[in-house]
């Protein structure tokens, strides 16, 4: 008649089952895992997406104060141009004012003789 063993071992890590039988010599065992390596990989893939994530989120965050910096500069410069102008435009009212008053001002030509 065949006789049989059970040995169960669990440390709080690893569950162990050996079964020994007397018929053949024959010893199997059965190591189980607790889960724990699962866990960890999973929680190791999270991390990851969540910072690819973090990073693609930052990159159009920037675009954006990119393309804002850039408007911002352009309307400046359109500003700045218009200002120019109007400058030029009021300083050539002033030197015909200027020249119309001098105009004015200037004694008359003596008669022909």
């Known amino acids: 008649m065949a006789t049989e063993r059970v040995t169960e ?21 059965d190591r189980g895992g607790s889960g724990v390596g699962s866990l960890i990989l999973g929680l190791a893939v999270l991390a990851v997406v969540a910072i690819v994530a973090f990073f ?11 393309t804002s910096a850039v408007t911002g500069a352009a309307s400046s410069v359109a500003d700045s141009a218009s200002g120019a102008a109007r400058s030029v435009g009021d300083a ?15 004694p008359a030509p003596a008669p022909a003789q």
Not at 12 to 26: A, F, L, M, N
Not at 58 to 66: G, H, K, V
Not at 92 to 106: E, I, K, L, M
């Open 9 to 29: 071992r669990n440390d709080g890590t690893t569950r162990e089952r050996i079964v020994e039988r007397d018929e053949g010599g024959t010893t199997y065992v």
């Open 56 to 66: 693609l989120l930052n990159q159009s965050r920037n675009d954006d104060l990119r």
């Open 92 to 106: 050539a009212t002033n030197v015909g004012d200027a020249a119309s008053r001098a105009a004015d001002q200037a």
